[in-house]
């Protein structure tokens, strides 16, 4: 064990990212025709839904053993696929202009929301399905009812460039957006009051909380992410992840909250300990910049999706393997600014 202690950082990482990063590969989808923008899991874990550059989201037996589904109607780049949390609807978020509802036991379409005046970049839905927002190009986030008669509850107006992204805090109280304007912004959903605008130094593309609300992570480009305290409509930053070799995409955390994914351009998934932010492994596989990645609900999968016109499953991870493993004893740590 002393011995370990010695070994040089730079050592650690590159036996982490090719020998323990290549290992958690499950399986590889691949039946789209362009870029696969975006991924999520259904809620039993049998089934992959992805999006992307060919107009049709793809429905996947995890395994791959069974023929996939196509669910066709938009009639542009899909850039958001999202599962709502009863596992009964997929929402689908375009670059032509709306967002779209699927029955995920018929497969078949139940409506589309207009109302949106440019691409709508994500859609996302609250924890307890009642309610979806969706972030756009014509600088508004929307919450909208996901039941019938699916109207717009509320509209957020503020953001000076391209949103792309916005989610719902896990109590349901927030909304968190983010986008071109370098500006996180979190807005309350009981009176639509902008509670506080963070402004960083390059334009933030993605973020999401950790199941129990208490970090918001956000990703952009600068090849940084970033993990930050959450309370009470407030955030203070806790962590700058540095380390990818290109702009960061997307971020997700795992189902206990104590690690967090980041996806990049450089090709790299690489997985952090939420609470010290250390860099823990790489996974190795994809081809092309990768875009979106989720973890699962129930287990810790991980699923991803990529230019490279594939979808990789990896996982399961043991987070408090993972943990020990590449944690010291005695790691302090505190590079936030």
Known sequence: ??????????????????VYGQDYLMHTLMTH????????????????????YDYRIVKWRIDNTENVVYLNGHTDIINCVRVSPDGKTVASASNDSTIKLWSERANSLIKTLKG??????????SKDGKRMVSASSDKTVRV?????????????????????????????LYVVSCGEDKAIKIWSIRNGALMQTATLDNMVVNVNFSPDG??????????QALIWKFANGKITKHAVLIGHNGDVNAVAFSRDGKILATA??????????????????????????????????????????????????????????????????????????
């Open 1 to 18: 064990m002393r011995f370990t202690k010695i070994i040089p950082a730079f050592f650690m990482l590159f036996a982490a990212t090719f």
């Open 33 to 52: 025709t362009d870029n696969a923008r975006s991924v999520d899991f259904s809620n039993d874990e049998k089934y992959v839904y992805s999006a992307g």
């Open 116 to 125: 949106h005046g440019h691409y709508v970049n994500s859609v996302n839905f």
């Open 144 to 172: 909208w009812s996901s039941v019938s008669p699916y109207s717009v509850i509320r509209t957020f107006v503020g953001h000076k460039d391209i949103v792309r992204d916005a989610v719902f805090s896990p109590d349901g």
């Open 214 to 223: 208490k970090y918001l992570a956000s990703s952009g480009d600068k090849n």
């Open 264 to 337: 990049s351009d450089d090709r790299d998934i690489r997985l952090w300990d939420v609470s010290t932010g250390r860099y823990l492994i790489s996974l190795i596989g994809h081809n092309d910049r990768v875009i979106d990645l989720v973890f699962a609900k129930n287990t810790n999968m991980l699923v991803s999706a990529s230019d490279d016109s594939t979808i990789k499953v990896w996982g399961v991870f043991n987070t408090g393997d993972l943990l020990k493993m590449y944690r010291s004893p005695d790691d302090s740590f505190d590079n936030a600014e």
